[in-house]
């Protein structure tokens, strides 16, 4: 077994169904494993459903339900949106399951052991929405300031996790792991956040049941972000199966919204740190969709709907536009007029059109059988170059989670592979038979050019790459595929059978 790979998503409150932003974190993480799986990685890939807590529970009472109802009612949606969306995760946790139970309690133990959790009384204010803490002071005109709705007053008794004790080592932590917080800006304000001083953190409440309680005390239930954040090691093993913990954990990549950057970066890497376990490698917060201009509610009925949008466009399409049309780490706007345009200019047009051309010709100029590869000229040892670079890019800019970057480079080799028929002009070529030999060797760069850049495209969009695969007379075994090893030059088969035409990607009109 080669390297590994261990990539997460957060998990999904069931107190709402799945829209854009759930999909655009699933997806974004799906493409990463796919690539990675691409590149030798053994893979591990989690998502999954955060089911406890007084948001949930409330939700469940208002619509006449136990929360158990609700979450096995709402999981399904997310786990068929997921197969809809073609999501490779490898497995799909529950806070509600056992195994869960087990890991959040056993390492809330071992912070009550060590002297980090202790009993005391919680006395502020509540943000439910958030499932958050907040002090007097930090209201922002008496609502929550990170969503800005109403709070409520709490006087609870409460076990407090010691997180003012870990301020210094998350420090040190963030210095010396400059990538452990992504993108850079995000880094910045945490790195101030906690330099102006942590308090300790109400880790449990009793309030409301809807949870897990906390193993010496019944009357409590462990606050939900503590348990939220478990799901991470439990998915991997912990406790029980030390082997699959020691192989995955730590987690190379947790990928989460701006909201959530504080629960994930400060409190998690201190519980971490509390139990003697090694904190996650790297956390990365993406920005926010807001739909036509406008922020997203259900209030303004503007939610998008990850099915609708899949049944309009299509599942890559709507998976390409996520990540093509927005730098990953800032803020976009999902508006229909831009989601036609990428499809019809760089689905359509670059790519769909240039699969097209290449088989129309290879129909009317070589009977429709691919051509032997001939001499390469110095024209070809260009376009090879060009690949050759896009692929060490395309690393480059996959490890920093860049896909519109990444994306990019991949258009930049379909974009030589157009340029290159219009400086070589087959059409030209085909009059003249003594230019057969060339004729053959260009048509044959262009289907060579085609065969790699699916390779490249495969992790966007898994199920028109297969389909383009098929189309190219490759086979089913696109997923088997590795980079670099099969993107080097000059492996496409010869006397391979093709259609005249293939549409893959319709111009939405
Ligand atoms: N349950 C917690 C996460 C626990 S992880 C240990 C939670 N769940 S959530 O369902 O409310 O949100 C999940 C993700 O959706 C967050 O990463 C959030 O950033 C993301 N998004 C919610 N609305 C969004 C947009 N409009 N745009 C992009 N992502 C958004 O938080």
Known sequence: MGRKFYITTPIYYVNDIPHIGHAYTTIAADVMARYRRLTGYDVFFLTGTDEHGQKVEKSALSQGLKPKELADRVVVRFKELWEKLNISNSDFIRTSEPRHYTAVQDIFKKALENGDIYLGEYEDWYCTPCESFWTEMQLVDGLCPDCRRPVEKLKEESYFFRLSKYQDRLLRYYE???????????????????????????????SFSWGIPVPVNQSHVIYVWFDALTNYITGVGYPDNREMFERYWPADVHLIGKDILRFHTVY?????????????????????????????????????????????????QFRYFLLREVPFGLDGDFSHAAMVHRVNSDLANDYGNLLNRTLNMVRRYLGGRSPSKGTFSDRERRLIGDIKQATADLEERMERLEFHRALETIWGVINAANKYLDDTAPWTLAKDPSAKGRLETVLYSVLETLRISTIFV????????????????????????RIPEDVEFGLYPEGVNLPERAIVFPRIE
């Open 268 to 316: 998690w890497p201190a519980f971490l740190m509390s139990a003697g376990i090694e904190p996650p490698r790297r956390v990365f917060a993406h920005g926010w969709w807001t739909v036509e201009g406008q922020k997203m509610s259900k209030s303004l009925g503007n939610v998008v709907d990850p099915y609708e949008v899949t049944d309009k466009y299509g599942v890559d």
């Open 458 to 481: 495969y992790p966007f969009m898994p199920g028109s790459a297969e389909r383009i695969w098929e189309i190219l007379g490759l086979g089913k075994d696109l997923g088997e595929k």
């Open 176 to 206: 010396e792991n400059p990538d452990f917080i992504m993108p850079e800006t995000r880094r910045n304000e945490i790195v101030s956040f906690v330099s102006e001083g942590l308090k300790d953190l109400s880790v449990s409440r009793t």
